[in-house]
């Protein structure tokens, strides 16, 4: 497999399946929570009548599903190389968007899904391999170092200010809000994620973890972030536009969570500055496309709504029109 190691194959499988369970979830969610808020209170409005739509317990199942395998992902390989493969899911969404929810996609949307797979694929050849662990004891170490535990408090008291502050005052208005809260938690539940996963694999080779009480407290803590993630996941889809959802939480979670995989498993320590850099220029080339079907996601439809590049002509016309009605009058 060209220097590909057996665990980081296995994760890159899983990934890859992950992403179009979860991808297609952000479509089925979405049209669950337009039918729900047809005939109730929106989700974005604080209402809960998406409980009782069957479309969106469909969509949470396709989203349960591929989180097991991405779960699963994150004990075989390190989190810079499952984490950007989400950009796959983007791709899947964007383009299920544009047949089943009629968000059209515009043919820059299609150029920035052929950058994020070339992006993914880049990632995947010069990723680190994974970090030799024996027990989750050793995670547990690397949790508590200072300056993950310096990471762990800045996101918290984050998260408290957005959820405190800003939500009642823009998040309705202001995507980053509630993709902030999500992006910020989902950092630090990734973390949580592989060490639940290691403890799991270890189990599983015979090894029991359970026995230990930080196998316990890294359960606990994913259960209560994905939790308040899922909250506030259902608003943003509620309120926003469902091709910038994915783009905007992809961007910010991978940034967030690479960054926490830096600082917590040292993923670095053992490349040299090639590799480093190629991985990074793979991630800024999925930012690229993320970024271009961001600001591409209005242009599937009529291009003269809206478009300044269209109605300056027409400033201009009225503009020589009222200056020759003036030179009549004159």
Sequence with gaps: MGGISYDNVHGLVLALSSSIFIGSSFIIKKKGLKKAGATGIRAGSGGYSYLFE??????MIAMIVGEVANFAAYAFAPAILVTPLGALSIIFSAVLAHFILEEKLHIFGVVGCVLCLVGSTTIVLH???ERKIESVKEVWYLATEPGFIVYTCVV???VLVLIFRYVPLCGQTHLVVYIGICSLTGSLTVMSVKAVGIAMKLTFSGMNQF???????FTLFVIACCLLQLNYLNKALDTFNTAVISPVYYVMFTTLTILA????????DHQNATQIVTELCGFVTILSGTFLLHKTKDMGGSPTVGSP???TPDTTTNTHTSSNSTRSEL
């Excluded at 069957?54 to 969509?59: D, E, K, N």
């Excluded at 026995?211 to 407290?217: G, R």
């Design 54 to 59: 069957p479309w969106w317990w469909a969509g």
């Design 127 to 129: 990723a680190p391999q």
């Design 156 to 158: 918290l008291v984050l």
């Design 211 to 217: 026995i230990f009480f930080e196998t316990w407290f």
């Design 261 to 268: 995989s830096m600082i917590m498993f040292k993923d670095w």
């Design 309 to 311: 590049v269209f109605t």
